[in-house]
Structures are given as structure tokens and as C-alpha cells.
């Protein structure tokens, strides 16, 4: 990444013919967000427009939110990802009372924890790869690519904090910036240091079991696009119901104490950031169940699929230059790839189709492609619960694992997780082990559900959907997080393999072989089967006898959007929600969210500045 002078530009425009070369400015920012180190001079220029909140991460705050300093006007923010965390500290910088609530615990707890998960195979439901400060991504491959625009003021403001709280400069110009899990804690540390000395207010092992909301009349009139959207709202924010989850100990509390059930407790707030993750079921059914405007999101679910890196250096590389990687210490970059494949037809098998083919009606195309690549990287365990089994990839700065993995996906449409609603039950078996209700494979149900119940589950169906693949994905394992896989040409041919002949997999906790052709509805199995074939054409090896498929990655993006005005950034139901990130639906990694949490603090900057 590079920055060029406008100079420049309208010399290589002139040079090319141009007759006028075209006018370019510096545009006008509504919100400079970096510490004031950081800063171009330039960038430093006060804005025409008194109409806007000003954001800085300087511990400043301008003339206009001197009168937003009221501990009535306190704000909780639902999660410390980096949504929550830059909501955070944009508003703490202008004197916002905030109050952060994070169910999972501190970087320095949360990997004692993971470590316990790794080493003695027990779960914390509260504090594990999911849940805890900086969210899922923390133990990820800490990529901070995004496709909302690489040089956008509010990418570069999100990319100057980081560094000022420890990242190396590199991310500022590195085309494919990353962290990787090793410098993630240290620089969450130093960015709750610095929130906690600005006087926000941290409180780790608090679950938010519920958002409070009011009942509130509508506007009757309507004088522009804000009252407009505040005009169709029945319900106003008033607090969250939160409990502590950390058990006590005997160092904390005494013998009574621990067998205590914690109390939950009422938080008041005058506006509610929703950053919660998209883990957070609990909350998205406690908000459908209160009236919430949710909707079905499409999202995307398959495999983790691992080679040895030493096959994709070659493949990238070549022969000769593929030692330079050298494990994350040569000077080449250890190997990565980005594969997308759209399938053609929809996934009939061509010893079915037979004479018929031409007379079926082509089911729509459905796409396949790689997701959150981790080279040198290793296979984790990503559940939240012990009866559900899900994984994810992450990485170490170094990337120096002899593995590399990558999700290998396809979206789940509506129509795909209809079969899936809570609703239907069915009694399938997969390899001759009755799962009961724990997954709908195929199109095979037992009862039908009326239209009416459909409809009302309809914006949660993508939960059902994931739920039931993960207590199936875990049946298959044989428990204790066991992880199914398959190789690929076992998957390509629908057989069942032996463990003599599994490739050795990053995976610390155990995998065992398994049918995971049979665990999605046929339609994606179909996609991923043919992309598989694509890829293999491409990179020859990529479906080879080296590549293990683990199940299931399910959880690649929110399958459930609550749904906000764009006007003003709160719930088109509820006054005071701003649902923001990426389990609200409207991010899809760190440096998004982070951006989405920035925005969401200006709209809650600007609806205190109203009021």
C-alpha cells in the first residue's frame, strides 16, 4: 500500500493525453480517530462542518460534547471485540460514561483457559476461542484485509490505533497485513489500559442475558430522515439484564459463596452498543422473543480443509524458490491462496441425472470458495458448548506451523436451513448412529411444520441450521470434541476411511474418521465436491490424499442481521440499540468491525448530541 501525491497524479494524467487534469483535494473527514502521534500535520485541519461529532483516540473532545459528560447518559457497550472495543474508545474520548460488558474474561485469563481446553479438554463456556476480550478474532490469524476500501480514513484510523498499541508499522503498508494471535494479547492489554485510564469502566465475566426495552410512542410527525426512522419505533432501550459467570474460588470467596447460583442484576443505560458476536444465540432469541426487527442472513458453512504448507510452497512458489520459505523464517512468505469456484447446475450427480438431464429445471448456480486462509497455521476448536462441535483456523505471527488450513465453504440460503427449523424433528442416522434431533441431513424429514410456525422462526433459522450440523459434526466425533474428518478423495467418492491412512492434522484434541459427505444438505455437499474438483485443476494436489477436510466450519459470518435504520444507525424497532458489528450483520472481520464500532459511537454521539 502506497500513498501518492496528488502532484503525481496530475503529472501521469497530463502525460497520458488528458487535456485538463482533474482537481483532486484532500476530502473533508468526519471523524480523525488516530492518537494525534500518528498524524499527518495535514490531518489535523478542523473540518467546515460544525454539523459533526468530532472522534479522536487524543483523550480530547470538542466544545459540543462537553454537555454529553452525565453519568445519566451512561452507555453500555455489549462485547469487547473490535467492534466494542473502538465503540469504546471513540466514545470514551469525548467523555461518554461507558460501561463495556464482556462474558468472557481478560487476555491473561482467557488463555489459561484455552490453554486448560488444549491440554485437559475442559471447556469454559464463558472463556474460550469464542468468547472473551477481543473477541473471536483474537485467537485467529489476526488478518486485517477488508474489502471496505484498504485507504479509507476510517481503515487508517483503525490500522494507526493498532499500532499505536503495540502492532508493528508494517500493517501500514503491507498489502496482506496481519497479527496473529501472539500479538493480539499484547496489544488488547495496552488498549484496556489505555480505556481504563480514560475512565471507561471494564467488567469481564458478565453475560447479558437480555436488553431491557420500554414501550415508546411514536413521533407523530415527521420533519426529516432521523425522525422519520425514530417515527416507526414502538420500543425504547432502558438497560441489560447481566449475571456474573466466573466461578468463584477459594482464593475469592468462601466455601458458601462457591455453591451460590450468582444473582443477575439490573445495568441501566440510556443507549445499548450491540456488539456481541455472532455467538451470542442466547441474545438473538431473547430479542426475537421481545419483538426485535431480526432477519435471516445468508451465511456460509463447509470445512476446514489442511494441507502440509510444504505442498503450497511448492505449488505457489515452484520447486526451487518454495525452501525460501522456510517455514516463516526465509525470505519468501510462507504460501497462501484464495480460491472461489461457481458451480454449474446445482449439484446433480451425473450418474442420476441420466436421459433426464435436459428436461429438469437447473437448480440455481451456487458458489464455493476458501475463507479466512491461515498459513502456517493450525486447526482449532471454536464450540461454546460440549454437545456442539465446531472449528476455525488461527495462526501465530511467525505462521510457522507445518500446516496450513482454510474454511472451504458455501453459502447457506434460506431455503437450505428451512429444513432446519427447531420446529421439524426427524430421526436420521449417520453411519449407522442414531443422532436424533440433532441434524435434518439431506431433505429427509418425519413431520411437516406448519407455515405459521416457519414464518415466525424464519429470522433464527440460520441458528437451527448451525446448531443441528454442530450436535451432528460432535455424534460423528464420538464426543470430547474429537473432530470428524475425511480425506479429500474419500469425500470425492462418498467412502468412509481408515485411520492407518488419515494424514497427521494440526488438531490437538483428536480426530477420527467419518462420512462428512453425508453431514450437509446435498446441495452443498454437491458445491463443495465440485469445487473441490475446480481447485484440484488449479493446484493440482489440493483434493489429493494430503488433504484433510475437518467438520464443521459453520460459523463464518452472522446468520442473523438486526436490522437498523440507516439514518441514524439504531433498530428500526428500539430507540437506543445500535446493533453494530459483525453478529448484528453488518461486518465480516476485525478491521470492519472495528470500523462499524467507530461509526456506531458517532451515531450514538449524535443521538446524545439531540436529546
Known amino acids: 500500500v502506497v500513498d501518492v501525491d496528488d502532484v503525481c497524479v496530475n503529472s501521469a494524467v497530463v502525460a497520458t493525453g488528458e487535456i485538463k487534469p482533474p482537481v483532486i483535494a484532500r476530502a473533508p473527514k468526519r471523524r480523525e480517530r488516530a492518537p494525534p502521534r500518528l498524524r499527518d500535520d495535514d490531518d489535523l485541519e478542523e473540518t467546515d462542518d460544525d454539523d459533526d461529532v468530532s472522534v479522536s ?128 494479547v499484547r496489544i488488547l492489554r495496552n488498549a484496556r489500559e489505555y480505556l481504563t485510564a480514560n475512565g471507561a469502566e471494564i467488567l469481564f465475566g458478565r453475560t447479558v ?9 411514536a413521533e407523530p410527525e415527521a420533519a426529516n430522515a432521523v425522525n422519520a426512522a425514530a417515527g416507526t419505533r414502538t420500543k425504547r432501550v432502558v438497560g441489560v439484564w447481566t449475571v456474573p459467570n466466573r466461578e468463584p474460588t477459594a482464593e475469592t470467596s468462601g466455601d458458601d459463596d462457591a455453591n451460590k447460583k450468582p444473582s443477575p442484576s439490573f445495568l441501566r443505560a440510556s443507549r445499548v452498543v450491540l456488539a456481541s458476536g455472532h455467538s451470542a444465540r442466547g441474545l438473538f432469541e431473547e430479542m426475537h422473543g421481545d419483538g426485535i426487527a431480526l432477519e435471516y442472513q445468508s451465511f456460509a458453512a463447509g470445512f476446514r480443509i489442511e494441507h502440509p504448507q510444504a505442498l503450497l510452497d511448492a505449488l505457489q ?54 475463507f479466512c486462509m491461515c498459513p502456517g ?151 463443495v465436491k465440485e469445487s473441490l474438483r475446480a481447485f484440484e485443476a488449479q493446484m493440482p494436489g489440493y483434493a489429493g490424499p494430503s488433504a484433510l477436510l475437518h467438520a464443521p466450519e459453520a460459523r463464518t459470518s452472522s446468520p442473523v442481521r438486526i436490522v437498523r435504520a440507516a439514518e441514524d444507525g439504531q433498530s428500526v424497532t428500539a430507540a437506543g440499540l445500535f446493533p453494530a458489528g459483525e453478529g448484528a450483520g453488518y461486518a465480516g472481520g476485525i478491521v470492519s468491525a472495528a470500523v462499524d464500532g467507530i461509526q456506531a459511537a458517532g451515531r450514538v454521539l449524535e443521538a446524545l448530541e439531540r436529546d
Open 57 to 184: 483516540f487524543d483523550g480530547t473532545s470538542d466544545e459540543s460534547s462537553a454537555s454529553l459528560r452525565d453519568d445519566d447518559d451512561r452507555v453500555v457497550i455489549v462485547g469487547l471485540g473490535p467492534c466494542g472495543l473502538f465503540a469504546a474508545l471513540a466514545l470514551t474520548e469525548q467523555g461518554v460514561p461507558v460501561t463495556v460488558l464482556e462474558r468472557g474474561q481478560p487476555v491473561e485469563s482467557r488463555g489459561r483457559d484455552i490453554g486448560a481446553l488444549f491440554a485437559r479438554r475442559r471447556l469454559n463456556e464463558d472463556s474460550n476461542l469464542c468468547y472473551g476480550e477481543g473477541g473471536a478474532g483474537t485467537w485467529s490469524d489476526g488478518k486485517l484485509t477488508t474489502r471496505i476500501g484498504r485507504n479509507g480514513e476510517d481503515v487508517r484510523s483503525v490500522l494507526r490505533a493498532l499500532v499505536a498499541f503495540g502492532a508493528p508499522e508494517g500493517i501500514l503498508v503491507a498489502g496482506k497485513p496481519h497479527l496473529g494471535t501472539d500479538r493480539l
Open 209 to 217: 442475558e437480555r436488553v431491557v426495552f420500554e414501550d415508546d410512542e
Open 317 to 370: 512458489y515452484g520447486s526451487e524458490l518454495a525452501p525460501l520459505a522456510a517455514r516463516g523464517k526465509g525470505p519468501l512468505p510462507v504460501a497462501d491462496y484464495r480460491l472461489a469456484h461457481t458451480c454449474v447446475g446445482g449439484g446433480e450427480d451425473a450418474e442420476d441425472a441420466g436421459d433426464d438431464r435436459n428436461k429438469k429445471k437447473p437448480a440455481p448456480a451456487r458458489a464455493c470458495y476458501s
Open 377 to 527: 497455521g493450525q486447526i482449532v476448536p471454536t464450540s461454546t458448548d460440549p454437545s456442539e462441535l465446531c472449528v476455525n483456523g488461527m495462526s501465530f505471527s511467525g505462521r510457522n506451523s507445518a500446516w496450513a488450513n482454510s474454511g472451504l465453504v458455501s453459502p447457506v440460503a434460506f431455503e437450505d436451513a428451512l429444513a432446519f427449523c427447531a420446529e421439524k424433528e426427524t430421526t436420521t442416522s449417520i453411519d449407522g448412529v442414531d443422532v436424533g434431533d440433532c441434524t435434518d441431513v439431506g431433505d429427509d424429514l418425519v413431520r411437516e411444520t406448519s407455515d405459521a410456525a416457519l414464518l415466525e422462526r424464519a429470522p433464527l433459522l440460520g441458528l437451527d441450521f448451525q446448531r443441528k450440523i454442530e450436535r451432528a459434526a460432535a455424534v460423528m466425533g464420538g464426543g470430547d470434541l474429537v473432530v470428524p474428518v475425511q480425506t479429500a478423495p474419500d469425500f470425492l467418492a462418498g467412502r468412509l476411511g481408515d485411520v492407518s491412512s488419515l494424514p497427521k492434522s494440526s488438531y490437538r484434541l483428536g480426530v477420527k474418521p467419518a462420512r462428512l459427505d453425508l453431514l450437509y444438505p446435498k446441495s452443498i455437499t454437491e458445491a
